[in-house]
């Protein structure tokens, strides 16, 4: 639980950094989520409330989002696909699987009062 804890601060971390990238000083309002593996959405908002707590991100509304495969072309800007044989259907290259032990990732993020 306590790695799953260090992951979501990174994740946390990483959503501040990429709102402030475009608009210092902001508190972010939506933060979005993909999960991978099981994890109960339950268990990701407690998560998430503790990693944020104090921060910019806090009170921020989560959404979590199930991903339906475990592929990512990273060669499409991230584009997740279904797949057998994980080869990018738009692009034809080999796609990365998303390694088992990372069970969910930041996947965008909004901020308060951004336009
Ligand atoms: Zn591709």
Redesign the pocket.
Known sequence: MSDQLERMKAIVAQAIAEAECHHRGVRLATVHLIVYGETAEEALRRLFEKASRGSPAEGARLIIERATSRYI?W??CG?RFESGDGV??????L?LEVPPDISFALQRVEVAGAF
């Open positions: 072309c060669n499409c584009l990018c259907p738009n692009c034809g290259e796609a």
